[in-house]
């Protein structure tokens, strides 16, 4: 059994902080099913992995992009802002927040009238 070492995969990736990104978001691709691309030689999968981004036998930009999407927090929405309408701004965050723009304007003048009230008694 040929012993994997960080030298080995150092050609393909050239920071270690990368490669342990790299071969852990591997691993968990191959845990959730995708195909081995090198023998296994009853290895644990992290060896795998490491062999895997050796050989090239791996798409490196494949992998960074799962991780990306397995790590994003936001998903950018597919449609496009002339498909949302009118005022594609305030209809966004209206469907975010649960207010629409005239219970905002009825709060702003409310507000501005509590101001100007104080105002005039002082306070």
Do not use: W
Request: aromatic share 4%.
């Amino acid at each position: 059994m040929a012993r994997i070492t960080v030298e080995d995969c150092a050609k393909n990736i050239k920071n270690r902080f990368n490669l342990v990104v790299m071969a852990s978001q591997r691993a968990q691709q191959i845990l959730s099913g995708d195909k081995i691309t090198v023998r296994s030689d009853n290895d644990k999968v992290p060896v795998i992995a490491l062999r895997e981004i050796a050989a090239s036998s791996v798409s490196l930009d494949d992998i960074y992009n799962y991780a990306t999407k397995r790590y994003r927090k936001y998903n950018p929405v597919e449609e496009s802002l002339e498909s949302l309408g009118e005022d594609p701004i305030e209809e966004v965050y209206a469907s975010h927040t649960g207010l629409e723009e005239s219970s905002m304007l009825a709060e702003d003048d409310s507000n501005q009238a509590d101001t100007s009230d104080a105002a005039k008694t002082g306070n």
